[in-house]
């Protein structure tokens, strides 16, 4: 009988230390599965790679076209390789004072190919009479008469708008003013083949530069060129657009020495 029972105690000793091992093993099994180390390493993806980039020179603000620019006007930023343009600028000292021959927008890298080259500046800026100024603007290639003035023609600027009420005009805003630049060149090869229109630079005097600058916000501007001995002066009323569809006589009438066409 005391056999019996030591064998009775042994199983269950043998049993117990069993199920002791096999409680200790899943414990430790989901102790290990629900660490901070060992999740992380199991469920967080490896972070991505950084991306290449480049310090260069940006706008910090918006600049209009023929504008000059200051050290207010850039800032150096981190930029993608991958966005960045060909002719970008990294050193903001060699910026200062150069010449923007399009209207820029806040954020975009400076590239050589949007600013007016130095030699023309130079240039310009020897050949301007004291008390003129050099204005740069876009012009309309409509007529195709742009496309032909060449530097040192003399033009007039015209104006094509619309009134508060809607109503369509055009009206000469200056007359007989010298071509200093067209687009970049100075000087054309060929004068005989018709450029595209663009960035003209006129040598005009300060009050003529604030009608052009309030002008070209108004409507389109586009040039009539003149002929090289022509200096006169014309008086021009401007054009609406129900004039075109009607006969009205003009009388001159002259009031001192003040003429106007009515």
Do not use: C, W
């Not at 000793?13 to 060992?38: N, Q």
């Not at 850039?74 to 010449?99: T, Y």
């Not at 389109?220 to 002066?233: E, F, I, K, M, V």
């Amino acid at each position: 009988m005391s056999v019996t029972k030591s064998f009775i105690a042994l199983a269950l000793a043998i049993s117990v230390g069993i199920l002791a091992v096999i409680a200790a093993t899943l414990y430790l099994d989901r102790r290990a599965a629900t660490s901070p180390e060992v999740a992380s390493s199991v469920v967080a993806p490896p972070p991505p790679p950084p991306i290449p980039t480049k310090d260069v020179v940006v706008f910090a603000r918006p600049l209009k076209q023929g504008m000059s620019i200051t050290e207010a006007d850039i800032k150096v930023e981190a930029v993608p390789l991958h966005a960045l343009p060909p002719n970008h600028v990294v050193n903001p000292e060699d910026l200062i004072g150069r010449r923007v021959s399009v209207g820029m927008a806040e954020d975009t890298p400076v590239v050589l190919d949007n600013l007016i080259p130095r030699e023309q500046d130079v240039e310009l800026a020897g050949l301007l009479i004291d008390g003129m100024r050099a204005y740069s603007l876009n012009v309309s290639d409509a007529g195709e008469v742009s496309g032909f003035v060449l530097p040192g023609n003399r033009v007039d600027v015209l104006l094509s708008g619309t009134t508060e009420a809607g109503a369509a005009f055009s009206r000469m805003v200056v007359q007989d003013v010298k071509v200093l630049a067209v687009a970049r060149d100075r000087f054309v090869q060929d004068r005989t083949v018709p450029r595209p229109a663009g960035l003209m630079t006129l040598e005009v005097t300060p009050s003529q530069a604030e009608m052009l600058d309030m002008a070209r916000s108004v409507g389109t501007l586009s040039l009539a060129l003149r002929a090289q001995s022509d200096r006169s002066t014309a008086v021009t009323l401007g054009v609406r657009q129900e004039e075109l569809h009607e006969s009205k006589q003009v009388v001159e009438v002259i009031r001192g020495a003040v003429r106007s066409f009515e």
